[in-house]
């Protein structure tokens, strides 16, 4: 039988090892991040289990099955600094306790091999660029626009990673790793407040919601706010608060889409001074692409009409996109059947926030997610928390998924 | 007779010798601001004056009269960085050529004496305190309040100014300079657009506007952008752009009135997080003291009810205020017949910026401002500018104040 509560040990003495009084603290290629997974191979002794690090970094733990058709569980143990205790490591050790279950019922040898990973940087809270490691994997990644990043500290992301021995003129060779995948399964946190409204411990993830990402500049003119006559006025902060407030309703007219203006600064930013220039950032998802196409093209429409209200121009400039991502049919099924037997209810809903599953899922992989209620939505924050009991019935119902997967991959 | 293409020539010199391609760079207690006072103290030679520096680092300039009862003029030949040509330079050195034509006309014993006086720091550019010398000279400065002030180096105001040979225990005494001032005048650029509109060169100042300036926090919850549904999110940005477009309604209420919110700081402030905590700052002023007290309590009310509306709260910290300061009637009287007799047309208005006009009117002394066209409204920019010919008639419309005010002086 799997144990949950070797789980959420697991948890909490990795918690005690990588956290201070403001959080997790396992930031990818950081010291602490290197100790975590120091930690990890250290509670891999003992398991019939080859592993190895691929050409980004991600850790592969292999249990080699009759079939070399295999089932992967993956999940991350890097943290945003400040972070929570759950988001990436539950995935990680819920998936080392199924690997664990699994080897002990099939006596070291599962019908098809089973392998757990632990992909690298998925956060990208140094370098800016999230799903480090399973890109690299899914090939969806140019190291070219990332070779120049740099941290604070202005150390290159190249400089980091050869310190942890990744040389990222390599990384593309993670690719290699793809062989053989028939299945691949995340569990995370939910990080939003959806399940908990609910009353509902876990969910099957449909997929993950398109993201539209866009910084978006608003040029009026700098004026003395003593000397300058309100109507004479040409206010970029007045036409970039219309956008932020105007993005609600758009996202409002569809059950699941979000808008977000997550930054605005302005220039010169000065209390004597009207804003001549004000920088803000848009942030759109939804997991229908036409929806999310529309909703784009209505943020624009109503940006240039309050840019020509207030006299200014606005220009749009893309960060990144991604398309929706849908989870696979059957893998939603077994998902479903895997909750509904484990907490006697269960939901569907879309994950808001990307993951590495994403990137698999984009190279055809049947792949699939659950979701674990997170208390009050909160994540990326020392303050993340889900009940203890709600843990429990998530690596309980992962290894249920994980069976059904295994007999699913058998008869493909 | 006063010779305007002088000071226009003056003007010149000091824009080549202290300004590169982003503007005029003589920030107060930099080595280019001492290089303006160096080339400025060439110019006295030769005048039957005594020049020395206060205790603030106000620089007086004295022509002894029959009386001791003396006539002040004044500005300031600090800048801003990337300043204009004309902000407070035109004001010094056309004071220079109004002085040097009464040592002329009264043989070197003007009936009063007459003083020409440039502020140390006016703008407050480097440490944010702006009218340093002149509110040391008027006792209204509390140097314990800004003792800690540092610059973007991290440089005390302290240290800085022991650099230029000021002890900041001492400013104070910069006092003992009130003596004998009868009458104050300020010549200065409008930097706003209204003389230009009206098609008007020059104009009185009835004063200068109060102003509330205050700092106003929106505390909401960070959260994450891509897994928090519209309808649950407390998003501190949303209340802060309805403040921004609600403080113009209430400016507008009144026809001299402005409001500004000249800065908005977003925190965590990434593109993936709604908004927990929203910054801005906000600066409102009038000519009169009540209007100006309501346009405060409305725009309180609107955050309030802005925040309830988000679900956020909010908080007000006055960063400082200054009550309106009206110019003495008879001063005004004489400002308005100086420019009738220059230009032929005239106006009446109030000043939104500050001057250092404002800390001599505090303490009772007779004193009005005359403004000259700005261009475009603009100032505190290299784009700054005034016709030369409006420059001319500005230094004969001041030259003609000055005769009168003397004239004034000794009739009381």
Chains 1, 2 share one sequence.
Not at 127 to 133: A, Q, V
Request: proline share 4%; net charge negative.
């Amino acid at each position: 039988m799997v144990n949950p509560k070797t789980v959420l040990q697991h948890l909490d003495e990795l918690r005690a090892l990588t956290s201070d009084e403001s959080g997790a603290q396992r930031v990818a290629w950081s010291p602490t991040w290197l100790k975590a997974r120091a930690w990890f191979d250290e509670k891999l002794k003992g398991l019939p289990v080859e592993h190895h690090c691929d050409a980004a970094g991600n850790h592969w733990i292999t249990l080699a099955g009759r079939s070399e058709k295999s089932l992967v569980i993956g999940s991350h143990l890097d943290s945003v600094p400040n972070g929570g205790w759950l988001d990436g490591s539950l995935g990680v050790l819920a998936g080392l306790e199924v690997l664990t279950e699994l080897a002990k019922k099939y006596n070291g040898e599962p019908p098809c091999t089973v392998r757990l990973v632990d992909w690298a940087d998925e956060e990208g809270a140094r370098f800016g660029r999230s799903l480090f490691g399973s890109s690299a994997f899914a090939g969806s990644h140019t190291i070219e626009a990332d070779r120049v990043r740099t941290d604070r500290e202005g150390i290159t992301l190249e400089t980091a990673l050869r310190d942890c021995g990744i040389d990222v003129n390599r990384i593309g060779e993670a690719g290699n790793e793809r062989k053989n995948i028939a299945a691949y399964l995340e569990l995370h946190i939910e990080q939003g407040p959806v399940l908990e409204k609910l009353g509902k411990p876990l969910g099957v993830v449909q997929g993950t919601k398109g993201v539209e990402r866009w910084a978006i500049t608003f040029h009026g003119q700098e004026a003395h706010s003593g000397s300058t006559p309100m109507e004479v006025r040409r206010d970029a902060l007045a036409a970039a608060a219309k956008l932020a407030l105007e993005i609600r309703p758009i996202a409002r007219k569809h059950p699941q889409s979000v808008a977000t203006m997550g930054s605005v600064k302005t220039f010169p930013g000065i209390v004597t001074a009207v804003v001549g220039r004000c920088e803000a950032t848009l942030d759109m998802r939804d997991l229908d692409a036409q929806v999310l196409a529309g909703m784009l093209r209505e943020a624009k429409e109503a940006s240039e009409r309050f840019a020509q209200e207030e006299r200014c121009s606005v220009e749009w400039a893309k960060i990144w996109s991604i398309e929706p991502i849908p989870f696979h049919p059957a893998l939603i099924n077994l998902c479903e059947e895997a909750i509904m037997e484990t907490a006697g209810v269960s939901e569907q809903l879309p994950s808001g926030p990307l993951h590495d599953a994403a990137e698999v899922a984009r190279l055809g992989i049947p792949t699939v997610m659950m979701f674990v209620q997170s208390l009050n939505g909160l994540s990326h924050n020392r303050a993340e928390d889900t009940r203890r009991e709600h843990i429990e019935q998530a690596v309980i119902a992962l290894n249920r998924l994980a069976e059904k997967t295994l007999t699913w991959i058998q008869q493909q």
